[in-house]
């Protein structure tokens, strides 16, 4: 049978038999796919060490008669010592990898594993706000899924002007002219930049943690639109 090699970030583990696990990553070439770790909770097992969580790896794997895959060797190639190290960190991290495998399938995209990789390396660094990087983390994923909210014009096709005042229409995903409105030209070009500008940039803006906090309850409800929650 033909071995396949691939990047791999493991996204859940489950035990299997006496001494087995079957693990769900995702790669870069080989969309989402399970394994059947053989052995891997036995002390001595050379699988253990690169099926863990909050890692990058180097994995190889063979088909199966089925759709579980056998691995055949698993190496950690980086593994994220700054999230496991902080509660707070690592409990975003976990919602990260339960929203990916919810939304995920076998045969997607590569920007799914490039989304969760630099997610990671967001949460790895401790100058990165946890907050900004969930939220970024929830838009680049509604985005990935083919839900990108309308940010340029409102639903009319009418360009955002500088000094009005918008509500956010979940329906059509799109803005709406309001003299009320609870949204800010320079709240809508938050959004933009997260969709459009990597973590470490976004450290730039002024004030980060008080824009992050008003749009928050927009981008919560737009993720727990297209995201299932159980």
Same mark, same amino acid.
């Given at each position: 049978?033909?071995?396949?090699?691939?990047?791999?970030?493991?996204?859940?583990?489950?035990?299997?038999?006496?001494?087995?696990?079957?693990?769900?990553?995702?790669?870069?070439?080989?969309?989402?796919?399970?394994?059947?770790?053989?052995?891997?909770?036995?002390?001595?097992?050379?699988?253990?060490?690169?099926?863990?969580?909050?890692?990058?790896?180097?994995?190889?794997?063979?088909?199966?008669?089925?759709?579980?895959?056998?691995?055949?060797?698993?190496?950690?190639?980086?593994?994220?010592?700054?999230?496991?190290?902080?509660?707070?960190?690592?409990?975003?991290?976990?919602?990260?990898?339960?929203?990916?495998?919810?939304?995920?399938?076998?045969?997607?995209?590569?920007?799914?594993?490039?989304?969760?990789?630099?997610?990671?390396?967001?949460?790895?660094?401790?100058?990165?706000?946890?907050?900004?990087?969930?939220?970024?983390?929830?838009?680049?994923?509604?985005?990935? @899924?083919?839900?990108?909210?309308?940010?340029?014009?409102?639903?009319?096709?009418?360009?955002?002007?500088?000094?009005?005042?918008?509500?956010?229409?979940?329906?059509? @995903?799109? #803005?709406?002219?309001?003299?009320?409105?609870?949204?800010?030209?320079?709240?809508?070009? #938050?959004?933009?930049?997260?969709?459009?500008?990597?973590?470490?940039?976004?450290?730039?803006?002024?004030?980060?943690?008080?824009?992050?906090?008003?749009?928050?309850?927009?981008?919560?409800?737009?993720?727990?639109?297209?995201?299932?929650?159980?």
């Amino acid at each position: 049978m033909k071995k396949i090699v691939t990047s791999a970030i493991v996204l859940s583990r489950i035990n299997f038999g006496e001494a087995d696990k079957i693990v769900t990553f995702i790669t870069p070439s080989s969309g989402k796919l399970s394994c059947i770790a053989r052995g891997a909770r036995k002390i001595k097992s050379k699988l253990a060490g690169g099926i863990e969580l909050f890692s990058v790896n180097i994995i190889s794997y063979i088909e199966g008669k089925g759709d579980i895959k056998t691995l055949v060797s698993s190496k950690m190639e980086t593994s994220y010592h700054a999230i496991i190290s902080d509660y707070h960190r690592t409990e975003v991290a976990y919602r990260v990898l339960q929203a990916l495998n919810k939304v995920t399938h076998e045969d997607c995209g590569p920007e799914f594993y490039e989304l969760l990789s630099q997610t990671l390396n967001g949460l790895a660094d401790k100058n990165c706000p946890i907050e900004l990087v969930w939220e970024w983390f929830m838009m680049r994923l509604v985005d990935c @899924m083919g839900h990108r909210p309308l940010l340029v014009t409102t639903n009319n096709g009418e360009k955002l002007l500088p000094n009005e005042r918008y509500d956010f229409d979940y329906a059509t @995903m799109s #803005f709406v002219a309001s003299e009320q409105g609870s949204y800010a030209p320079n709240d809508i070009k #938050f959004l933009r930049l997260l969709l459009e500008t990597d973590i470490q940039h976004l450290l730039r803006i002024h004030s980060v943690d008080v824009v992050v906090q008003r749009a928050k309850p927009l981008i919560s409800t737009v993720f727990q639109q297209f995201v299932p929650q159980n």
